[in-house]
């Protein structure tokens, strides 16, 4: 009884380090290039590290048994007639109802530092404020309530493009250019069906629907062109809806964004 | 209460037709109905299952090159729809259901047998209606979704012949509902007592509520959809100042369920496998009874989760995902009990077996991914990309198909009163689950990298994965024909079975196999213990 208890520990310990091992050495993301990135990831490891030990153990109990308690071809009669084990079922109910309720709490911890708990109708006093927070998300807004100090861009999507309208510089640009480590906020309205907006290296989606204006708030933090992709089923040319999304240094954004500017005085 | 009929009554009211005829006929028997659900589903799947291939040759390359992309649409929009309304909900709930409820009740028949009857046959008239649709001006292309505006947009007859067949289709499917519910609660053996009714009746009950309450709300809501789209209102389109959020709250209303519509029943199927083939008695029988019920209740209140990145404000989103998040607790009691059912057995290591095997690991990784995607911020990154599409793969096919096929494995001998040939089974478990690995693994990998789905054509540095998962697909769609020849070969001279090949001790198996027309001979038997392997009274047997 002793050595069975053993070996149970042994292998639950084998499977904890192997999935800590692959969790920690496996990288299964694209680059990090926004502040949202970093936060993400870290929830990433973290479930992906307990769904492995989960899915491992699972997968492990059942082989086992498989060989363990196959029918040998000399063996008649049944198992035993074991139908429950009540003290058993409550340990398997409260683990994971423990285990889903920190998962829970930690991915609202990590909603909130990504900002999504914000309510963006009243983002003005908020952001400015609290100018750390992000967000991921979005709520409905009546009209355009972007805070002076961030770059506000307006996006408008349609049938199969995107479209980048600078107000400040009163142009519109087919490719999205953005200053590093600058926090950029943006409304975006669909002119014909739903029209999703993904960077899959900012961790960041938000659909972009007709009728009901959106806002998605991002700071990157590389230097580096990225695709921005639909997400949403949008019609027969879907697959072919990307843009890119341009981080460039402060410096070269500047040059581009006065070489576009189309308003009287230059800022 | 044990309902009977009129042996020269019923021979008048459409059960004459003898042999293979009587599957053609509409007959009132609950064993040819749900003959008649099975192969007509299966005869579905094989259609789905080309579009599927379509796809995965298409996605060969990151061009679109394969096939036209309107038609690209139409066929993952047809994919879908078939695979969940013609295959997967008729078979797990109409043929097994159908098949199996009268026997483990112990009564004749289905409470209502007409209505069983219409409940199957508006199946294959609204499934080749939606083929057909294709041949008019192209058939849906608005995914299986159909979300306005684009299902407002797209070419008018597709879309309309795509919801005149979904809501037959979910007529057909409450119709089936009712019928359970009242065959489980009305139409019992005296005696049997609703603790000592067999797991897949539990299943049974617990999805029909579903079916019941859900149902009818998908049903208003396409019907809302169709008025925008022949008779200009507006209710969705933004045009006309409708919303197109609260569309998708009423469709996931129902679609959200329609997962458990899905999986329960193939729960309920896989508690009757296992303690057969391991010779153990159900491991937790009322703990898995409360936890169906746990994710009836708790199905009914997560459908916003498919929604993290539409229009919903920041407390919702969060109740969304504790909610669901929890409808782990009860679904990984019932994986836990399953494993205790196979420690300390006597295993037959079995095609039915291992296809119950494959679907626990199968499971518990599409499970996994599950309570990753209710978590708000990872399913904002992976929303709409390979990664769901990966993971409802692993829950409705790793998951629910692969129980089909143990199904099927395990009561073909009672249909047919012939076994299956074992080493063709083995086969086939063992190309289809490498094949559906291999195809939907990779998969996730792909959404997390920036590929989203329902796309024709993608960026050149994932087509090696995709090569990966269509190999994989191409591996699943051979894995067919070993079962197909399996079949055949066996219907025609497989080994005698017996009545009771496995000696379960579940009530179909009590009767001659197959079983006569009102399944017992004389009085039904009371089973009081359909699980009880190991003591003194299954020994003597």
């Known amino acids: 009884m002793l050595n069975k208890n053993i070996y149970l520990i042994l292998v639950i310990s084998l499977v904890f380090a192997i999935s800590f091992w692959i969790g920690f050495n496996v990288n299964l993301l ?15 490891k973290i479930l992906f590290i307990i769904g492995l030990i989960i899915f491992i153990g699972m997968t492990i109990a059942v082989i086992y048994s498989l060989f363990k308690f196959r029918k040998r071809n000399d063996q008649i009669g049944d198992g035993i007639a074991l139908e429950g084990n009540l003290s058993l079922e409550i340990v398997w109910t409260i683990i994971p109802s423990i285990i889903v309720l920190l998962i829970g709490l930690y991915s609202y911890n990590i909603y909130e530092r990504m900002g999504g708990m914000k309510e963006l109708n009243h983002n003005h006093e908020m952001m400015s404020s609290n100018p750390e927070k992000i967000w991921a998300g979005i709520s409905q807004t009546s009209d355009n309530q972007i805070s002076e100090n961030n770059l506000s861009i307006e996006v408008s999507a349609m049938q199969f493009a995107f479209l980048f309208n600078y107000p400040k510089g009163n142009f519109i640009s087919g490719e999205l250019h953005v200053p590093v480590n600058q926090k950029v906020s943006m409304k975006m309205e669909s002119k014909d069906v739903i029209h999703a907006f993904w960077v899959p290296e ?66 | 209460m044990t309902i009977s009929i009129d042996p020269q009554k019923a021979k008048n009211e459409g059960l004459q037709p003898k042999g293979w005829l009587r599957y053609f006929s509409f ?40 096939m036209p ?33 009268p026997f483990y009740v112990g009564a004749r028949d289905m409470a209502f047998p007409r209505l069983n009857a219409v409940a199957f046959w508006l199946i294959p008239p609204s499934g080749l209606m939606l083929v057909a649709s294709y041949f008019v001006e192209g058939a849906a292309q608005a995914g299986w979704t159909a979300y306005p505006p684009l299902s407002i947009t797209t070419p008018q007859s597709g879309q309309i012949i795509w919801i005149m067949s979904v809501l037959l289709l979910g007529g057909s499917s409450i119709f089936g509902g009712i019928n359970f519910i009242a065959t489980i609660i009305k139409l019992r053996r005296p005696g049997l007592k609703l603790m000592q009714l067999p797991m897949y009746c539990w299943a049974m009950l617990g999805t029909s509520i579903l079916v019941v309450l859900s149902t009818p709300v998908l049903a208003g809501t396409l019907i809302l959809l169709s008025f925008d789209i022949i008779a200009n209102t507006g209710f969705f389109n933004p045009v006309l100042g409708g919303n197109v959020v609260v569309y998708q709250h009423l ?56 929604m993290f990145t539409s229009g919903t404000p920041p407390w919702m989103r969060l109740f969304f ?37 494959g679907f626990i690991i199968n499971f518990v990784f599409g499970g996994i991914t599950g309570v990753a995607l209710a978590q708000v911020p990872f399913d904002i990154h992976v929303h709409d990309t390979y990664f769901v599409v990966a993971h409802f793969h692993y ?43 291999l195809c939907f693994a990779p998969q996730h990998w792909l959404g997390l990298n920036g590929m ?90």
């Open chain 2, 251 to 306: 469709f996931w209303f129902y679609s959200h369920p329609a997962v458990y519509i899905m999986v329960l029943p193939a729960f309920g199927l896989v508690s009757e496998i296992l303690p057969v083939h391991s010779r153990k008695p159900l491991f937790g029988y009322t703990t898995m009874v409360f936890s169906i019920m746990g994710i009836v209740v708790l199905g009914l209140v997560v459908w916003a989760h498919h």
């Open chain 2, 69 to 101: 992309r309107d038609v690209y649409n139409q066929v993952l929009t047809l994919h879908g729809t078939i695979m969940i309304f013609l295959w997967i909900v008729p078979v797990v709930n109409g043929a097994f259901g159908n098949y199996l409820i």
């Open chain 2, 452 to 541: 989203p789905r329902r796309v024709a054509e993608y960026d050149p540095q994932f087509q090696f994965v995709n090569q990966i998962s269509s190999l994989g697909a191409f591996f699943m769609a051979i894995s067919t024909l070993p079962f197909l020849i399996n079949v055949f070969l066996s219907v025609r001279n497989g080994k005698n079975s017996g009545d009771n090949p496995w000696n379960a001790l579940t009530p179909e198996w009590l009767t001659s196999s197959p079983p006569p027309v009102e399944n017992w001979e004389g009085e039904a038997p009371l089973v009081e213990e359909p699980y009880g392997y190991g003591k003194e009274f299954s020994e003597q047997k």
């Open chain 1, 30 to 44: 694209p680059a990090e290039a926004s502040i949202n990135a970093p936060i993400y990831d870290e929830l990433f």
């Open chain 2, 395 to 437: 829950i409705v096919y790793g998951g629910t198909v692969f129980i089909i096929f143990s199904s099927i494995y395990h009561w073909f001998p009672k249909v047919t009163g012939k076994l299956l040939n074992e080493k063709l089974g083995i086969l086939h478990f063992i190309i289809t689950f490498i094949g559906f690995n």
């Open chain 2, 27 to 66: 007959s009132l028997d609950h064993k040819v109905i749900g003959i008649q659900y099975l192969v007509c589903g299966f005869l579905f799947y094989l259609i789905g299952g080309t579009l599927a291939s379509a796809i995965r040759i298409e996605l060969l390359s990151p061009m679109s090159d394969f």
């Open chain 2, 321 to 357: 995902t504790i909610a669901t998040a929890f409808i782990a607790v009860p679904t990984g009691i019932k994986f836990f009990n399953w494993v205790a059912t196979l420690w300390g057995g006597k295993i037959s290591i079995n095609s039915a077996m291992l296809f119950s095997c």
């Open chain 1, 202 to 267: 900012f961790r960041i989606k938000q659909d972009i629907i007709p009728g009901q204006p959106t806002i998605l708030n991002f700071t990157p933090t590389k230097v580096g062109k990225y695709p921005i992709i639909c997400a949403e089923l949008c019609g027969p040319y879907h697959g072919g809806m990307r843009a890119s999304i341009i981080v460039e240094e402060e410096s070269v954004y500047k040059d581009w964004f006065n070489k576009n500017n189309k308003t009287e005085v230059n800022l």
